[in-house]
């Protein structure tokens, strides 16, 4: 079964600072991965695809199938960017729901 | 504005108490979800639909059920809360393809 890794609970860097949030995957097959942000008292929402090749926010995150890792980067951490980080894969074949990780709380500290 | 829904956001019940969670979305997705957010912010899948008339049990077992009757709607049961469903309920859907999940505000649920 796929699983879906962040190592992290808890990350705390300081304003200006790189970030980056470690999401580590098993899955055998080609997978979609996922980058998902819930800021405090806001819903849970996409930040960015693999399959897209985008910066959003100025967070990138390249998917790694040699290390099985889809880690997201910031090179310059700001203060909103405090919230909770969820990766999440999807099967690249049949009809399967995402599996998210147990997230990873970014703070940024001023 | 095409968007989900999920009513009410807060709900503070008995124990024993049958309770129905609402969600709806108007973007015409065809998959939807139910996940529940522990106060460790862990998600746990525990139904999905992928069309009218098609539901699935999700990995996180639960007491829960839910219907499928319309595309637009998919309402998660529970015929006897118990302090153990304490928890935030979230509902999302999606189009089929490469693309994400868009989630509601939840419903947070406490049973006394």
């Known amino acids: 079964a796929q699983r879906v890794t962040q190592p992290e609970k808890l990350l705390s860097v300081f304003k200006g600072a790189p970030v980056e949030l470690k999401c580590n995957y098993s899955y055998s097959g080609s997978p979609e991965l996922f980058w998902y942000v819930q800021y405090s008292r806001q819903r849970l929402q996409l930040l960015l695809r693999?399959?897209s090749r985008e910066s959003i926010k100025g967070f990138t995150a390249d998917l790694n199938k040699g290390e099985t890792s889809f880690h997201l980067k910031k090179p310059f951490a700001q203060e909103e960017d405090s919230a909770m980080y969820y990766c999440?894969?999807?099967?690249?074949?049949?009809?399967?729901?995402?599996?998210f990780g147990k997230g990873t709380r970014l703070s940024v500290i001023a | 504005e095409a968007d989900i829904y999920q009513t009410p956001r807060y709900l503070v019940i008995g124990t024993g108490k049958k309770i129905t969670l609402e969600c709806s979305q108007t973007m015409g997705h065809d998959k939807m979800y139910w996940y529940q957010q522990d106060p460790g912010m862990e998600l746990h899948l525990i139904h999905y639909s992928y069309g009218v008339n098609s539901t699935e049990k999700g990995d996180l077992s639960s007491e829960s059920t839910v219907s499928r009757i319309r595309t637009e709607h998919f309402p998660l049961t529970l015929e006897s809360a118990r302090p153990s469903h304490t928890s935030q309920y979230l509902c999302a859907s999606s189009f089929p393809g490469r693309y994400g999940y868009t989630f509601g505000s939840g419903t947070r649920l406490t049973v006394v």
């Open positions: 693999h399959i």
């Open positions: 999440a894969l999807k099967k690249n074949s049949g009809n399967t729901p995402l599996v």
